[in-house]
């Protein structure tokens, strides 16, 4: 298996379609959502697509706490040196500076 990817808003329609194609590619997929434009009956859809159900969180990642526990957890228990994060954002409001700061914690 390649990579872990983490995909906010993956619920929605283009990060669900997203998170289909990098689950077929081979990529484990981590899907965080807040669910505010979707709802967890996405991830059925996705894992009768693919066969495989993506980890989920439900989180709206405007939290800030919330957030930084999260990455904080994933990048302790799930990625190490050799299997490094990426992440791919679909939210509108504020992509730049989630960007920038969520990957600078990778």
């Not at 289909?20 to 505010?36: C, P, Q, R, T």
Request: without cysteine; aromatic residues 6%.
């Amino acid at each position: 298996m390649k990579a872990k990817v983490i995909v906010t808003g993956g619920s929605g329609y283009i990060g669900s379609h997203t998170a289909i194609e990098l689950i077929n590619a081979g990529f484990k997929v981590l899907i965080i959502d807040d669910l505010s434009n979707s709802s967890k009956e996405t991830l059925n859809r996705i894992e009768q697509i693919t066969e495989r159900m993506p980890d989920f969180i439900e989180l709206n990642l405007a939290n800030k706490k919330d957030r930084f526990q999260v990455i904080k957890k994933q990048k302790r228990t799930h990625i190490t040196d050799n299997d490094k994060a990426q992440i791919l954002l679909f939210k509108v409001k504020k992509i730049i500076s989630y960007s920038i700061l969520l990957t600078n914690m990778l």
